[in-house]
């Protein structure tokens, strides 16, 4: 149980384009999602908190216009990297935290999304 | 601020040997603790927490950790290690406030060496 899935695995695309990336939660229900950046032998750094039908809460200096994030349902969330450049290039987490009744304050991880910016 | 300390970038064992990988943590209260294994090119997969009560914690593939709350540490320890378990490591803490937000640590990449 706890299976968190991204779509796509990896993405290339040319610099000024929208790419969108999909978090889903398949065996459970996920009020709070998050979004996570990891540059190449780093830690991850928390873009996001997504919350179902609500505005997402974004970080310090992360730019809200660039990352569109949208908690449609309590098993989706999407990441629209919008107008991307090479600087975004990096690999994407997400992750969901199940709502109260399992053990409490876990968050499930995604497998990632590699996002290449040419 | 709160942060999370994984003093070491990189452990070398030799595989059968006990390993231990080391986290300090600095929040305020009594913090939830984490620690998750990456693959590469991989999400993070959850090992093991503390909430509350015994201070030993048990979680997945034989790992276990010690929350030790004079030090705020919370050390990742596991009896014979696997070459398998050559991964990155993060701990990560999350306070009791409500955010739900989790704290990660740099890392610490395990290298089992056969």
């Known amino acids: 149980g706890a299976v968190v899935s991204q779509h796509p695995s990896w993405v290339i695309c040319k610099s000024g384009t929208s790419v969108k990336i999909e978090c889903r939660s398949l065996d459970f229900q996920a009020t709070t999602m998050f979004w996570y950046r990891q540059f190449p032998k780093q830690s991850l750094m928390l873009m996001a908190t997504?919350?179902?039908?609500?505005?997402?809460?974004?970080e310090q200096g992360v730019e809200k216009d660039k990352f569109l994030i949208n908690h449609a349902s309590l098993t989706l969330s999407t990441l629209t990297v919008t107008s991307a450049h090479p600087e975004d290039s990096s690999f994407y987490i997400c992750?969901?935290?199940?709502?109260?009744?399992?053990?409490?304050?876990?968050?499930?991880f995604g497998p990632g999304t590699r996002l290449t910016v040419l | 601020a709160q942060s999370v300390a994984q003093p070491e970038d990189q452990v070398n064992v030799a595989e059968g040997n006990p390993l231990t990988v080391k986290c300090t943590y600095s929040v305020s209260g009594n913090p939830y603790l984490f620690w998750y294994v990456q693959y590469p090119n991989r999400g993070l997969q959850f090992l093991l927490k503390y909430i509350t009560g015994d201070n030993l914690v048990k979680g997945s593939y034989g790992f276990e950790a010690e929350f030790n709350k004079s030090q705020t540490s919370f050390h990742l320890k596991k009896p014979s290690a696997l070459v398998s378990d050559s991964a990155l490591y993060f701990c990560a803490v999350r306070d009791r406030t409500g955010t739900y937000k989790y704290i990660f640590g740099t890392g610490t990449r395990l290298k089992v060496l056969a």
């Open positions: 997504s919350n179902e039908g609500s505005k997402a809460t974004y």
């Open positions: 992750s969901a935290r199940d709502i109260p009744g399992r053990p409490p304050d876990t968050q499930y």
